[in-house]
């Protein structure tokens, strides 16, 4: 008949640092990968931004000129000149909240790596535990 030897503290001690290791590793490698995903999606979308900030300019460049020669028609030249600057003045207002609200940091928190980092010290207190009580 066979014995069974049970494990050895460490051997248990050798298997969870061998466990931690590799844990460590799938985590930086999940970080990363989130990380590069992230900053991925943000420069898209600030290339995004910036073109169509530059298509937008233009556009409202030609608006603004048709605005100011129409106003003069039928006010003075100043006057048209500050409603038009004023009008500007609102749009870059509005692009500039707009902007603002999309480009948030807290989109660049790497979310899953931090859930995923959380659950992995649970399992570590878990095994310390269970350690502990195979040692006494």
């Given at each position: 008949?066979?014995q069974v030897?049970?494990?050895?503290v460490?051997?248990?001690v050798?298997?969870?640092?061998?466990?931690?290791?590799?844990?460590?590793?799938?985590?930086?490698?999940?970080?990363r990968?989130e990380?590069?995903?992230?900053?991925?999606?943000?420069?898209?979308?600030?290339a995004?931004?910036?073109?169509a900030?530059?298509?937008?300019?233009?556009?409202?460049?030609f608006?603004?000129?048709?605005?100011?020669?129409?106003?003069a028609l039928?006010?003075?030249?100043?006057?048209?000149?500050?409603?038009?600057?004023?009008?500007?003045?609102?749009?870059?207002?509005?692009?500039?909240?707009?902007?603002?609200?999309?480009?948030?940091?807290?989109?660049l928190?790497?979310?899953?790596?931090?859930?995923?980092?959380?659950?992995?010290?649970?399992?570590?207190?878990r095994?310390?535990?269970?350690?502990?009580?195979?040692?006494?």
């Amino acid at each position: 008949m066979e014995q069974v030897r049970e494990p050895s503290v460490s051997d248990i001690v050798g298997h969870m640092l061998g466990d931690i290791q590799r844990l460590i590793r799938d985590e930086v490698r999940l970080a990363r990968i989130e990380l590069v995903q992230s900053l991925r999606d943000a420069a898209m979308g600030l290339a995004a931004v910036a073109l169509a900030g530059a298509f937008g300019l233009l556009a409202l460049a030609f608006v603004g000129v048709a605005v100011f020669y129409a106003l003069a028609l039928v006010i003075p030249l100043w006057a048209a000149g500050l409603t038009t600057v004023g009008f500007y003045a609102v749009l870059a207002g509005i692009a500039l909240l707009f902007a603002r609200s999309r480009l948030r940091p807290s989109s660049l928190m790497p979310e899953q790596t931090i859930e995923s980092l959380q659950e992995d010290r649970e399992w570590l207190e878990r095994e310390r535990e269970w350690v502990e009580r195979q040692v006494r």
